[in-house]
Nanobody, 121 residues
């Protein structure tokens, strides 16, 4: 099996910063796209940022200029640096990855359990 475990969430004041991390573990042959999504109360889950194994990034408009996604292919980790946080960034942030497990015939999508980010004074 494959597990994605997030860490780094918490309570921060407006304008502050947080760094989220996600580690993929288990039976892994290859990881393609890794990313972060978020879900605020009463809203649908939405894309925050993604990054390919080659380092190509994609950001939601709300994240551009404030958030930075990065990954370490050797460690199967992905991180999200959150700067200039706003109250509207409050949400549960989920790690996501397309993982190819040994003995299977392609990539399968996995989700982490989520980590809470609360931006409030």
């Amino acid at each position: 099996q494959v597990q994605l475990v997030e860490s780094g969430g918490g309570l921060v004041q407006p304008g502050g910063s947080l760094r989220l991390s996600c580690a993929a573990s288990g039976s892994i042959f290859s990881i393609n796209v890794m990313g972060w999504y978020r879900q605020a109360p009463g809203k649908q889950r939405e894309l925050v940022a993604t990054i390919t194994s080659g380092g190509t990034t994609n950001y939601a408009d709300s994240a551009k200029g404030r958030f930075t996604i990065s990954r370490d292919n050797g460690k199967n980790t992905v991180s999200l640096q959150l700067n200039s946080l706003k109250p509207e960034d409050t949400a549960v942030y989920y790690c996501n990855a397309d993982v190819w497990r040994p003995g299977t015939n392609g990539y399968r999508n996995y989700w982490g359990q989520g980590t809470q980010v609360t931006v409030s004074s």
